[in-house]
């Protein structure tokens, strides 16, 4: 990884942290799904990374929503799972040849079919991390997987949303 695609990467991260902070906070749609948009940010990391580094970024990006959401590591441990699991995920759904090293596993890069499947489970896992945390001893089992698919379908359609809208194309989806 070059230093330029560091920044973007850096600053990708930076913006969907704020925008998951100041707009995303309070936002649940009929207090069943949540949306985790900054969980984008760990997704479309270059597939060339190795799992140390990105656990050490997911958990102090999950620890510093944490700061401002007051969850006391709830994402946190939610979103260094997602990062323990996703170079496994990875070459689980890439195709015989696998993924090119350069490549970033984004909508634009992999379509829209791939794009699905590989990052919906991811989110699926955050989220039932997430609200069994959240939940633990309270909440029931019916009431976790609830919130933690509702939520998910609503973080896939964000974060196909926000790459749709401010991603660049470079194939056609």
Known sequence: MNIRSLISFTLLLLMLGLVQIFFLKNLALFGQAFGFLYVLGILVLPSSIRTVPLLIIAFFLGLTLDVFYETIGMHAAAATAIAFVRPLWLKATS???????????????????????????????YSLVFFTAD??????LVGILSKSLFSSIFTT???I?????????????
Do not use: C, M, N
Not at 161 to 173: E, H, S, T
């Open 161 to 173: 949303l926000v790459q749709l809208l401010f991603f660049k194309r470079r194939r056609g989806i």
């Open 95 to 125: 195709l015989t040849g696998g993924y090119d090293e350069a490549e970033t596993p984004s909508l634009p890069e992999i379509g829209i079919g791939r794009f699905i499947s590989y990052a919906f489970p991811l989110v699926f896992l």
């Open 135 to 140: 939940q633990w001893g309270t909440g029931g």
């Open 157 to 159: 359609l964000l974060v």
